[in-house]
Every structure is written in structure tokens, then in C-alpha cells.
């Protein structure tokens, strides 16, 4: 079955700086990639996600890129605030076969620092 | 507010005893999947329902069984609970033309 794996587990990043979380998955017919945010005392929420027949999707300060042949996808958040400290998750899922139901990596402790 | 909704928040309760965890998912989606997280083991999947039928089972133990009702609404039974069973319990639901699970503020199962 599919394997995700996500790194790094902690991040800790001045505000202003950019946080860069790489996630690679080891089943080629997952094709789609979601990227969670958890709060404290709160359920994931969806912040960006890209499909796999798409490179690159950006969202704001918030952008995601694939790499299907290496098998890896990464979030990259710019202009980093205060706010955006929290529990990042990655995931995958190949829809169709396992009817959706996501595979997700780790976790990283994001932490901006003011 | 992802509309999702699940009760109750916080459940405390000894080990060997039963509990029962609610979902009822944003209006319109019959798809409804949960989830357990731990520290040690992150967010895994357990079992997903569409329109009362089960569609996919994941790491579910056998002392864990879900089911959808007509109103579309999922419950989760928990039976001879272990004190490795504590965690927090999610549920997420997605409609059938998006691929996005918006997922549940989560119950915290203590088991003492």
C-alpha cells in the first residue's frame, strides 16, 4: 500500500522567512496530494492541494509543487507570520482504488518565531 | 467551520468498557471516513462509508465498527477498550464531485 513519508518533523523559521516541508510517496497511482494545517485542540484543514496532472499550484503565500517521476511533492510557504505556526500534514490518496481515503505523512511542527 | 460536526469533544472512560463517537457530515456528502490520531502513530485511516454502504476498511482493529445511517450520519462503536486506544478520533467527509475530505473538530478518547 501506499507509504508517505514527510520531513522535516520540526521547522522553526524567523517571520518574514520562507518554510519549505518535502513529502514523498511510494505508490505511482496516487494522484492526488493534498496539504493539511492542525491547530491546537483543532481537526487538519485543507490549505492547498494539486493534483497529478498538474506541476506547480499556488495559492497566496502558499504554493505546492510535484515531482511525479521522483515521486515527491513539496509545500512551500513565503512571507512567513506568527499565524501560520502549526502542524503541517502531507497525504496522498489514489481516488479511484482506495476510494479517496487518505494516506498521510508525519506531520511538521512548523514554529515562526517574531 | 468546516461543517462537520462530531460529539462529543471529550470522552473519558475505563479500559474493557464500550463508547460510541458521532459524525454528522457537511450537508450533501455521502462519503464519510474516519480516522485515528496518535502521537506515535500520526494520522491513520480507518474505514470510509458512502450513502450507508462501506466503501474501504483501513487499520481498524475488529474491536472497532462504524456504520452510516439514512440521514447520513456515522457512528463509530468502540468496544473492550485498551489504554493504547486513547487518542483523538476524526471524521471527514467529502462530496462525490471533489476530491477534498473536510474533516471534524475530532473527539479525544481517554481510556483509564
Do not use: M
Not at chain 1, 520562507?18 to 493539511?36: L, R
Not at chain 1, 504554493?63 to 496522498?92: G, M, R, W
Not at chain 2, 463517537?21 to 464519510?32: E, I, N, T, Y
Amino acid at each position: 500500500g501506499e507509504n508517505v513519508e514527510q520531513h522535516p518533523s520540526t521547522l522553526s523559521v524567523q517571520e518574514g522567512d520562507s518554510a519549505v516541508i518535502k513529502c514523498t510517496y511510494s505508490d505511482s497511482a496516487s494522484n492526488y496530494f493534498p496539504w493539511y494545517k492542525q491547530e491546537l485542540g483543532k481537526g487538519p484543514q485543507l490549505i492547498i492541494d494539486i493534483r497529478s496532472n498538474v506541476g506547480e499550484k499556488k495559492d497566496q503565500r502558499i504554493a505546492v509543487t510535484l515531482n511525479k517521476t521522483a515521486k515527491h511533492f513539496s509545500l512551500h510557504i513565503t512571507e512567513t507570520q506568527p499565524e501560520d505556526s502549526a502542524v503541517y500534514f502531507c497525504a496522498a490518496s489514489d481516488n479511484g482504488g482506495s476510494q479517496g481515503n487518505l494516506i498521510f505523512g508525519k506531520g511538521t511542527k512548523l514554529s515562526v518565531k517574531p | 467551520d468546516s461543517g462537520v460536526t462530531q460529539t462529543p469533544k471529550h470522552l473519558i472512560t475505563a479500559t474493557g468498557q464500550r463508547v460510541t463517537l458521532r459524525c454528522s457530515p457537511r450537508s450533501g456528502d455521502l462519503s464519510v471516513y474516519w480516522y485515528q490520531q496518535s502521537l506515535d502513530q500520526g494520522l491513520q485511516f480507518l474505514i470510509q462509508y458512502y450513502n450507508g454502504e462501506e466503501r474501504a476498511k483501513g487499520n481498524i482493529l475488529e474491536r472497532f465498527s462504524a456504520q452510516q445511517f439514512p440521514d447520513l450520519h456515522s457512528e463509530l462503536n468502540l468496544s473492550s477498550l485498551e489504554l493504547g486506544d486513547s487518542a483523538l478520533y476524526f471524521c471527514a467527509s467529502r462530496s462525490g464531485s471533489s476530491d477534498t475530505q473536510y474533516f471534524g473538530p475530532g473527539t479525544r478518547l481517554t481510556v483509564l
